[in-house]
T-cell receptor, first 112, second 111 residues
Framework: NAGVTQTPKFRVLKTGQSMTLLCAQDMNHEYMYWYRQDPGMGLRLIHYSVGEGTTAKGEVPDGYNVSRLKKQNFLLGLESAAPSQTSVYFC???????????FGEGSWLTVV | GEDVEQSLFLSVREGDSSVINCTYT??????LYWYKQEPGAGLQLLTY?????DMKQDQRLTVLLNKKDKHLSLRIADTQTGDSAIYFC???????????FGSGTRLSIRP
């Protein structure tokens, strides 16, 4: 049981480049989340999904897009990366009747 | 809207108790959580409390919930150097689908 897996773990992008972060969970969870973590600001919710084919905006959605084509995968896309998007990104998942959120190990993204 | 607030830093002496506080705004939260993050690592669930409970104890950890004041606290008894980390408070929010986190409290241990 791998839990929540994020790829890639580290990436350096140039301003204006695009990339996709992949989150995969093998627990058949309904809910999936993407957060970013910046020093002194905790985790801020970017987008989330309550089931396959659904997505919703969180606290800081601008500059990001997401897709949930398969229940086990939640993709986070940056169409035109900006230095302000340098951050650590965490994916998480939760079952619909569960009270425990499972986190991935994080993806460190630097935009230069 | 939903908001979760924590103080940024706490320093305690080894062996003393640590008390980390959190306030939240959404009175309809179903669950409230405490997570621990060590340097360079992800988030580890420490404990959670259901909103109809006042207290939960789990070994060295005690969670107190004051729903009237929307205040949550985490007490760590006999604090050890291995407890050095950032501690995050989180709530489920009114929709129960979003999980909103505080900014985290960095706990440091003095010898």
């Amino acid at each position: 049981n791998a839990g929540v897996t994020q790829t890639p773990k580290f990436r350096v992008l140039k301003t204006g480049q695009s990339m996709t972060l992949l989150c995969a969970q093998d627990m058949n969870h309904e809910y999936m989340y993407w957060y970013r973590q910046d020093p002194g600001m905790g985790l801020r919710l970017i987008h989330y999904s309550v089931g396959e084919g659904t997505t919703a905006k969180g606290e800081v959605p601008d500059g990001y897009n997401v897709s949930r084509l398969k229940k086990q995968n939640f993709l986070l896309g940056l169409e035109s990366a900006a230095p302000s998007q340098t951050s650590v990104y965490f994916c998480a998942s939760r079952g619909s009747s569960g009270n425990t959120i499972y986190f991935g190990e994080g993806s460190w993204l630097t935009v230069v | 809207g939903e908001d979760v607030e924590q103080s940024l830093f706490l320093s305690v002496r080894e062996g003393d108790s640590s008390v980390i506080n959190c306030t939240y705004t959404d009175s309809s939260s179903t669950y409230l959580y405490w997570y621990k993050q060590e340097p360079g690592a992800g988030l580890q669930l420490l404990t959670y409390i259901f909103s109809n409970m006042d207290m939960k104890q789990d070994q060295r950890l005690t969670v107190l919930l004051n729903k009237k004041d929307k205040h949550l606290s985490l007490r760590i008894a006999d604090t050890q150097t291995g407890d050095s980390a950032i501690y995050f408070c989180a709530e489920t929010g009114s929709s129960a689908s979003k999980i909103i986190f505080g900014s985290g409290t960095r706990l440091s241990i003095r010898p």
